[in-house]
């Protein structure tokens, strides 16, 4: 689904380009490497004001002789080859600078929104995200490694070309500064207008980007439900709305640009027309003249440039503070100050007391309530219950991705929040209902569970999950790429990966949600026996909506409507009746059908 127009517009535009100065702090590293860039930007800007100065001479000392005019030229000819080296050591260092100012920028954003909660995505979508890192810092580096040096250059060649020619000819330069206000205006005016459009075409840029990231994490699902033109559809509008903003915005940069060429080189003729009279009245020579007409040109052909990069440098901004929205977006979810160090070796008592939590985008139904519970170290609980009871909420307060609006959550008797998130996540290991499979080999996949594994504990995991077999049936083995999300993977077959990644975590804490949903009876039962291996000694929460995989567990806690409802052995709660008793009774009936339908197969196939 695309983003709603609505949401775009309805983002604040810039209305500053001083928004760019939030990029000093990445620029400030690098001050020498800016500082010579100036360098060498004013002495090609200086050397560009001599030239004039050797023309005039040229024109002047035409008749003075051939030895003379050789030397005028040979020393043009010199300061050539000086603006040509100074040019190229200007490019070199600028766009060095932009090149690195920006990979700092992607680094420091993709830092800051990798560690957000899942809080910060409920309200902006990944794609969009993503556009920022990409398009955004596109445009920045454009302008730190371009833009910003173009338009120091022509501002030094402005003020100095206005210098020399008030004193190439005071009168001609009374008249050129007359129509200076007359270009201000329209850059002035239209400018305004240009930045809400450039921050505008951004945000559509983004919204396109993000359908197109969600529809082709989902190709698989499109594909099946025939979505693929209402896809495209809504892709088209997006992108199309992206391209009416964007036309929007260069008609406007084009009429400003009409409107402001065309005043500077109209009020440049008139001056060299008056110019032109005064040479033949004798009150100037023609090498003044010429010297004048250079010096115009210069000025004019930099305001020109400074009102074009006027533009990107509004486009910049947008960008700017899009990119700091990013890295100073505020997340309810924080380590303390001075977190408190979780004591090693980890026990693995885990309290829920008194929680209480509501999901923001549903803010008026509770999705856990008034809910406690204590975990022992080394005890397997099983949460059970309908689909959306809470229990996996439960999973996702444990690990501090949300903070319960009432109540706290401990770790072997400290509060959650008083701890560094990566401190207690080190001790806890994860199989999601649906796992995470990078676009990576299969040994990667599992050593992501402990980085510094090795080759031997990897494949000794593979084995326990009852992963191996498989993996190394693929082409290259455990070397195999299992592409983008496991596409190369059966269902199965990815959460075995899941496991073996959990396995190889070694942590003290096991979250298994659902983790053998997948699997096929076979399959089901291997992994078990090594989930049940696993486990002792470890304190694990089991998450499962089969009831024949947390019979062995210690206790049953069964929750219906964020509420826990019964707690016990599978047996007591058999006999106590109730949510657990009807579930099983469905269940454990239904597997019974199933088991009598394939020995009638059997048998009739004997």
């Given amino acids: 689904m695309a983003r709603s127009p609505s949401v775009i517009e309805d983002r604040p535009t810039t209305r500053r380009v001083g928004a760019l100065g939030a990029l000093s702090p990445f620029i400030w590293p690098y001050r020498i490497q800016v500082v010579l860039a100036l360098i060498a930007l004013s002495v090609t800007a200086g050397i560009s004001l001599v030239l004039p100065l050797a023309v005039r001479r040229v024109v002047d000392g035409f008749g003075q002789g051939a030895q003379l005019l050789d030397e005028y030229f040979g020393a043009a000819l ?91 000819s005071a009168k001609l330069t009374g008249l050129v500064l007359l129509i200076v206000p007359a270009i201000i205006v329209p850059i002035v005016v239209l400018g305004r207008r240009l930045r809400k459009l450039s921050r505008e075409n951004q945000d559509w840029i983004a919204a396109s980007s993000g359908s197109a990231s969600e529809s082709l994490l989902a190709a698989q699902t499109v594909q099946s439900y025939t979505h693929e033109a209402a896809s495209s559809a809504a892709f088209d509008r997006v992108t199309e709305k992206s391209f009416d903003t964007a036309l929007s915005r260069v008609r406007t940069r084009a009429v400003m640009t009409s409107i402001v060429i065309f005043l500077i080189f109209a009020g440049v003729i008139g001056v060299l027309w008056i110019g032109a009279r005064d040479v033949r009245l004798g009150t100037m020579t023609a090498g003044e003249l010429v010297q004048f007409v250079i010096y115009a040109i210069l000025v004019a052909s930099s305001t020109g440039a400074l009102s074009e990069i006027w533009g990107e440098l509004q486009r910049a901004a947008g960008a700017t503070e899009r990119l700091t929205e990013l890295l100073t977006a505020e997340d309810n979810i924080h380590d303390p100050l001075h977190p408190v ?56 307060l444990i690990q501090r991705f949300w903070d319960p609006d009432l109540g706290q959550v401990t770790l072997d008797g400290i509060d959650l929040k008083d701890m560094a998130r990566a401190d207690f996540r080190k001790a806890m290991a994860l199989v999601p209902q649906d796992p995470v499979i990078f676009a990576a080999t299969a040994r990667d996949n599992i050593r992501f569970g402990r980085p510094e594994a090795s080759n031997a504990e990897v494949e000794a995991a593979a084995r326990a999950a009852n992963a191996y077999d498989f993996i190394t049936a693929l082409p290259q083995g455990f070397d195999s790429q299992l592409g983008e999300r496991g596409v190369m993977l059966s269902g199965g077959q990815r959460q075995r990966i899941a496991i073996a990644r959990a396995i190889l975590r070694d942590a003290p804490i096991l979250l298994l949600d659902e983790a053998t949903s997948a699997l096929d009876a076979q399959s089901e039962a291997s992994v078990q026996e090594a989930i049940n291996r696993l486990s002792k000694g470890r304190t694990t929460i089991v998450i499962a909506h089969r009831l024949a995989t947390v019979k062995t567990a210690d206790r049953t806690v069964v929750f219906d409507h964020g509420r826990i409802v019964a707690e016990g052995r599978h047996d007591e709660l058999v006999a106590q009746g109730g949510l657990y008793a009807r579930l099983a009774r469905l269940q454990f009936t239904a597997g019974q059908l199933q088991d009598d339908m394939a020995g009638d197969e059997v048998q009739a196939t004997a």
């Fill in 341 to 396: 160090a979780l004591p090693r070796p980890v026990r693995g008592a885990i309290a829920l007391e008194g929680v209480t939590f509501h999901y923001p985008s549903r803010p008026d139904m509770s999705a856990l309530e008034d809910v406690s519970l204590t975990i022992r170290p080394g005890e397997t609980v099983a949460l059970v219950g309908p689909s959306g009871a809470g229990k996996t909420t439960v999973i996702q």
């Fill in 78 to 168: 010199m300061i050539v080859a000086l603006l040509a080296v100074g040019t190229g050591l200007r490019y070199f260092l600028v766009t060095r600078l932009g090149e690195r100012v920006v990979a700092d920028i992607r680094k420091a954003v993709f830092g800051r929104v990798i560690t957000l909660s899942p809080r910060f995505y409920e309200r902006l979508m990944t794609g969009e995200v993503l556009s920022r890192i990409t398009t955004d810092t596109t445009l920045i580096q454009s302008v730190v490694g371009s833009s910003v040096s173009i338009a120091l250059r022509n501002m030094l060649i402005l003020v100095g070309g206005l210098v020399m020619l008030a004193v190439t």
